[in-house]
């Protein structure tokens, strides 16, 4: 009698049978597993994306350095190559100043005075950028 109170009426345990394999078979059709992975499959994957991670923060940090560095070569050339349109202006400025000053009409000197101002402004501006007037042999 004692294994009659533990035992399960073989009804029930039918039923539980068929509960059991329908789930699996659905299981089945639908193509799912339930497997779990280990903890070493588990600490696998992680190292895998935490090494991706840092790959790609060390890609941004660089393609961040590289684009700070053509920025500033890009600025750099196209100040050079501003001031270095500005140089034949300032020749012509400074002939101006001469066929000015060498003039005999009356009324040069506000004109002079101009030239000599905007002259000044021009070569205070190179100067701020490194670019100092040359002696020209022959001129």
């Known amino acids: ?3 009659d109170a533990h035992s399960v009426p ?6 539980a049978e068929a509960a059991s394999d329908a789930h ?21 994957q992680r190292d895998e994306y935490y090494d991706l991670l840092l790959r790609k923060t ?4 660089n393609y961040r ?6 920025r500033r ?11 270095e349109q500005l140089l034949p202006i300032i020749d012509d400025l400074e002939r101006a100043l001469d066929a000015v000053a060498n003039s005999d009409t009356d009324g040069d000197d506000a004109y002079l005075r101009g030239f000599e101002i905007i002259r000044q402004q021009l070569l205070d501006l190179l100067s701020k950028h ?10």
């Open 10 to 15: 073989p009804e029930e345990e039918t039923e």
């Open 73 to 83: 070569e890009l600025l750099h050339s196209a100040g050079a190559e501003v001031l």
């Open 58 to 61: 060390a890609e941004f940090d």
């Open 1 to 3: 009698m004692s294994n």
């Open 24 to 44: 699996h078979d659905d299981a089945a059709e639908s193509g799912e597993t339930t497997r779990t992975p280990s903890a070493e499959e588990v600490r696998e």
């Open 130 to 139: 490194r670019v100092t007037p040359m002696d020209v042999l022959g001129a």
């Open 65 to 70: 350095k590289r684009v700070e560095r053509e």
